[in-house]
């Protein structure tokens, strides 16, 4: 498994951007799916996006064209650009790594992300 630590959440006026990270641990990096998902108060978590070992990308209607997902093999991170954001993207941010293969999915510890009005 990968230990995952999210970075670079915080407060945001609605319209503005934000980015943050996620860095894993070890050397399998390369090989597992990276994805964001998001938990609104209130509500149940749900997938952002997802970014294959082949860089292939996969959003959710609610972000698209807004969000971008990428990932760094060398340097073990998988960053989610945010912009235009609206009151509805406040939530807690979890980075998530994957590969059905290998058997991996792992979690990080979320990180808040605030809009306001």
């Known amino acids: 498994q990968l230990q995952l630590v999210e970075s670079g959440g915080g407060l945001v006026q609605a319209g503005g951007s934000l980015r943050i990270s996620c860095a894993a641990s070890?050397?399998?990096?390369?090989?597992?799916?990276m994805g964001w998902y998001r938990q609104g108060p209130g509500k149940q978590r749900e997938l952002v996006t997802t970014?294959?070992?082949?860089?292939?990308?996969n959003y959710a209607g609610s972000v698209k064209g807004r969000f971008t997902i990428s990932r760094d093999n060398a340097q073990n991170t998988a960053y989610l650009q945010m912009n235009n954001l609206k009151s509805d993207d406040t939530a807690v941010y979890y980075c998530?790594?994957?590969?059905?293969?290998?058997?991996?999915?792992?979690w990080g510890q979320g990180t808040q992300v605030t809009v306001s009005s």
């Open positions: 970014i294959t070992t082949a860089n292939d990308t």
């Open positions: 070890g050397s399998i990096f390369s090989i597992v799916t």
């Open positions: 998530n790594a994957c590969s059905v293969l290998y058997r991996i999915d792992s």
